[in-house]
């Protein structure tokens, strides 16, 4: 595993697990949970999941990574537009795991250099995709211009 040189660090904690309370220890994240009725839960309204939070969390760091590797490119991807579906499921192994699509969208950059600019975010630069590299199925859609 490699060691990181520590830039900031981010604290939340949750009380009540999926049925819960999550929140930032600077108050910038407070959000309650709930498990979706699709999973056997009571899916109450105006809550998230963790998921959720995950989803949101991977777009925008992929969305950064994108523009940050066109800026090395000298193409302007600060425009793309960056959606994560995160699956939650049974594993064949037992357990749960997960699974993430990102689409990434940006009509203004042709679609090979759109490819080319996500391909080497997600295999070189987003930490999130760093993370879940070999763990998690992670597929990309690009939609160029």
Excluded: W
């Excluded at 910038?28 to 998921?51: F, I, R, Y």
Aim: with cysteine; charged share 20%; aromatic share 4%.
């Amino acid at each position: 595993m490699d060691k990181i040189d520590p830039k900031f660090t981010a604290t939340a904690t949750a009380t009540g697990g999926r049925n819960g309370h999550t929140a930032a220890d600077d108050g910038t994240v407070s959000v309650d949970l709930s498990v979706p009725k699709a999973m056997g839960g009571p899916g109450k309204p105006g809550t998230a999941t963790p998921e959720h939070l995950f989803a949101a969390g991977y777009a925008a760091c992929f969305g950064g990574a994108v523009d940050f590797v066109g800026r090395q490119h000298r193409k302007n991807a600060a425009g793309a537009k960056v959606t994560a579906a995160v699956s939650i499921g049974p594993r064949e192994g037992g357990g749960f795991g997960l699974a993430v699509e990102l689409t990434v969208e940006d009509p203004t950059i042709p679609q090979a250099e759109l490819e080319a600019l996500a391909k080497e975010a997600h295999e070189k630069i987003c930490p999130y995709s760093h993370a879940t590299r070999g763990n998690v199925d992670v597929r990309l859609t690009i939609k160029g211009g």
